[in-house]
């Protein structure tokens, strides 16, 4: 059984920082990408930040790069996703998600098979 669990969100003024995790078990090795999305009231889902665990190559959505990181802690089974600099735009829910690089495309939704309950971040003065 395939379990993520996302925790960190919280409420920030602009400019500050959050750190999301995500644990993750029951993943098999067929499994080597894990992803950060988010979904603000009234629009689409859509790719912040994934990992490629096999490789260890990170891809970023272009709303984010530079002030998010993404991390993954094997032993721990946990990734993180650490948010700085950020903006109201920023608000919404984030979701972790898993999927197999195999034909991947690393920031499309469609692409993950398994996701989790999700974390609200909300960013505002």
């Known amino acids: 059984q395939v379990q993520l669990v996302e925790s960190g969100g919280g409420l920030v003024q602009p400019g500050g920082s959050l750190r999301l995790s995500c644990a993750a078990s029951g993943l098999t090795s067929d499994y080597y990408a894990i992803g950060w999305f988010r979904q603000a009231p009234g629009k689409e889902r859509e790719g912040v930040s994934c990992?490629?665990?096999?490789?260890?190559?990170?891809y970023y959505g272009d709303s984010v790069k530079g002030r998010f990181t993404i991390s993954r802690d094997n032993a721990k089974n946990t990734v993180y996703l650490q948010m700085n600099r950020l903006k109201p735009e920023d608000t919404a829910v984030y979701y972790c998600?898993?999927?197999?690089?195999?034909?991947?495309?690393?920031?499309?939704?469609?692409?993950?098979?398994?996701w989790g309950q999700g974390t609200q971040v909300t960013v505002s003065s």
């Open positions: 990992i490629n665990s096999s490789d260890g190559s990170t």
């Open positions: 998600a898993t999927a197999r690089v195999e034909g991947w495309v690393p920031l499309a939704p469609d692409e993950y098979d398994y």
